[in-house]
């Protein structure tokens, strides 16, 4: 018998071993390969989990914020309601003339200034210059803050009168702005709102997933 034949057996269980090997190793890498993917889903998975939480805490808290808004929108809107739906230059100059002819206060000068769009609405002021006690002043400011319209009173300033007077009451010179106000039927709060509602849901974590992956497709 040749050397081949006689040892023939051992060729054969070492080409058998070496199958089994083979096979041993290719299970292996498809096992590691498996396991690697399982672990990549895994990960894949609570990152997802993570999103969504997050996405749900912002949600929620957009939510919350929404609420807060509509109730100082609605409350905006009342106020916008309160207002008249115009300045009247004459109604304030009386109003303003007839106070200082009630207390007797000389030297009256009344200048109206221009419209200036404060959003949700309109406001005017009248510049009131007079030479008055400063009690005179006063009684003024009150019957202001006691008229039914919504006025205000900004920039007032004293100044000292040079001249020597006699009376013990002594008279100053004396300015203040009364400021009227009117709703401004062009401004819509709840446009405010929608333009909230769109900033949030650009800065979304979901939307800005979605965005990434369309810019990915396009790419």
Known sequence: MGPILKNLHVIILFLACYKIGMNYYESYEASLSNQQEVE??????????????DIDKYNNDI????????RVVE?????????P??????????????????????????TPLNEENKEFYISKKYKFKAKATFLQFLIVFEKISDNKRILNVQD???????????SKFQLIDGEFA???????PNHKER?????????KNQA?????????????VEA
């Open 40 to 53: 990549r889903l895994r990960a894949e998975v609570n990152k997802s989990k993570r999103l969504k939480k």
């Open 63 to 70: 939510k919350n914020e929404k609420i807060k808004m509509e």
């Open 75 to 83: 409350e905006i809107e009342k106020m916008q309601q309160l207002l």
């Open 85 to 110: 739906s115009e300045i009247s230059d004459t109604e304030n100059i009386s109003l303003l003339r007839k106070m200082a002819e009630d207390l007797n206060i000389k030297e009256v000068s009344i």
């Open 156 to 166: 007032v300033s004293f100044r000292k009168l040079e001249q020597p007077q006699k």
């Open 178 to 184: 009364l400021e009227a106000y009117k709703y401004n």
């Open 191 to 199: 446009e405010s709102l929608q333009k909230f509602e769109n900033e």
């Open 204 to 216: 979304n974590p979901a939307f800005k997933k979605k965005n990434k992956a369309a810019d990915g």
